[in-house]
């Protein structure tokens, strides 16, 4: 960092929470510069003294983006109440968080980073960027239910019709989904309004980031072609 920027981006490209969260901790008082509680809007030099809570913060210099085969029953928040969360999971000693959430009952790729922009602009709906899932549900795939997963669904409990996405049969009872969006579980839901169950739902991409061989419960570092073409897709 080599001019000032606002408090909660700060706290946010230091890897300590998001900007949503970082706007919450200032009303509460948690967050002060140079001694002084902060407020929204307040920005930050690279000589300030930023601490949040009774620990002081400084700009990670090293980008970290790992992707992770998170297991079922691991649930994607740091809130460290919740005794089967991804980070004490994970155990990285450095701080990272996960980018987005894979729901507890669901497995698969789940990336983490301690950038917060990074991980913004990865969330950002409005840039459709893509996930892929394998879904397996409780009875067998008819072509109206893909014809009908794919022009998307209104799902009346969130008030909103999922964009249409791209669905294609695999096996007797197992689908492919590429969604452009992350409602919160979107694709249950959308089973659901058409009276499927989902049995096993394993989501193995996100964007060009691919989980391959990755095995359940570890992680490989973002690198290489593999960082410089995530890079090229969020300047899109």
Not at 109 to 131: C, D, F, P, V, W
Request: glycine share 6%.
């Amino acid at each position: 960092m080599t001019e000032s920027i606002r408090i909660n981006k700060y706290l946010s490209e230091a890897g300590v929470c998001s900007r949503r969260e970082a706007d919450r901790q200032i009303e509460r008082g948690i967050v002060t510069i140079n001694g002084r509680t902060a407020v929204m809007g307040d920005k930050v030099c690279p000589s300030d003294e930023v601490m949040y809570g009774k620990k002081r913060v400084s700009m990670e210099e090293e980008v970290i983006l790992l992707a992770v085969n998170k297991p079922s029953g691991i649930v994607c928040t740091s809130e460290k109440r919740e005794k089967d969360n991804i980070i004490d999971y994970m155990n990285y000693p450095k701080r990272i968080y996960p980018i987005g959430r894979l729901d507890k009952n669901s497995h698969g790729l789940i990336l983490m980073t301690n950038q917060g922009e990074l991980a913004n602009q990865i969330m950002r709906s409005r840039n459709y960027h893509e996930k892929e899932y394998i879904v397996k549900v409780n009875k067998d795939i008819t072509d109206d239910f893909l014809r009908k997963m794919s022009g998307g669904v209104h799902l009346e409990e969130l008030k909103t019709t999922t964009r249409p996405c791209q669905v294609e049969k695999v096996g007797k009872r197992t689908f492919r989904i590429i969604l452009t969006q992350g409602l919160n579980r979107q694709i249950r839901r959308m089973c659901e309004q058409f009276q499927y169950r989902v049995l096993d739902l394993k989501r193995v991409r996100i964007m060009n980031i691919c989980l391959g061989n990755l095995k359940e419960g570890t992680y490989r570092k973002i690198t290489g072609q593999e960082w410089k073409d995530l890079q090229e897709q969020l300047e899109k």
